[in-house]
């Protein structure tokens, strides 16, 4: 039996993302398997919904900075993902920016899901921030997470969503999320089927299932998610 990607997932509120990835693995439409689940807050329904699925918990003392962790709960993240043996970390709604130091550390092995079609519209509230820009298309990305520019790394997919007339900002986010849930399932097959090869800023998915005598299965990770 092939061997399952073993996740490590980062959580800072509801978490449907961390539920949609759950709910596939368990569904065994998704060869992984939650080796833990990090939150920066001990009241965050996804934590309820990890210890429900009895996926392990650790909690961070993230410090007084609201955006960052401080430099304890940094080591104490590295530890958790080391000592569960994760192999892929999922940013599914952290609300924490990661130092340069623990990105580094885990360079390659972490993903975010990002509601918007990036680079347009980085950083807190993207539905908002597409709304009041007039965009009449928005999205979701699932993109590595570099040190750098937040909501910066090399794109893996994107879906779009229409705008639609007359939206208010809970119902593009809602529209938005439901779509999330759909790619970074589907992203995480691939990473699972060892199909994700990274050059540069650009991302190639080896699809075997078209592979022929020259290769030709390899195809552009952004195309393929748009088929």
């Not at 996804?46 to 650790?58: D, I, K, M």
């Not at 609201?66 to 892929?88: M, N, S, Y």
Request: proline content about 4%; aromatic content about 4%.
């Amino acid at each position: 039996m092939a061997s399952r990607l073993r996740l490590g997932v980062l959580v800072s509120g509801r978490g449907s993302n961390l539920e949609a990835i759950l709910g596939a693995i368990a569904a065994g439409r998704l060869a992984a398997e939650a080796r833990v689940v990090v939150s920066d807050r001990a009241d965050a329904p996804a934590v309820a919904l990890a210890r429900a699925a009895q996926v392990p918990v650790v909690i961070l003392d993230a410090g007084p900075k609201p955006a960052r962790l401080d430099l304890a709960a940094e080591r104490e993240l590295l530890e958790a993902l080391r000592a569960h043996q994760v192999e892929l970390v999922v940013l599914a709604g952290f609300m924490r920016i990661l130092s340069t130091a623990v990105l580094e550390a885990i360079a390659g092995s972490i993903i975010n899901i990002h509601p918007s079609l990036l680079p347009a519209f980085p950083g807190l509230d993207a539905p908002r921030q597409a709304l009041d820009y007039g965009v009449q298309v928005s999205g979701c990305t699932v993109h590595f997470v570099d040190p750098g520019a937040v909501d910066g790394g090399a794109i893996i997919a994107q879906r779009a969503v229409p705008v639609h007339a007359g939206d208010s900002r809970d119902q593009l986010a809602e529209r938005i999320l439901a779509e999330e849930h759909r790619l970074l399932v589907e992203v995480l097959g691939w990473f699972s089927a060892k199909q994700v090869e990274r050059r540069g800023r650009r991302v190639w998915i080896n699809d075997r299932s078209r592979e022929g005598g020259t290769g030709s299965g390899m195809q552009a990770a952004g195309t393929a998610a748009g088929e």
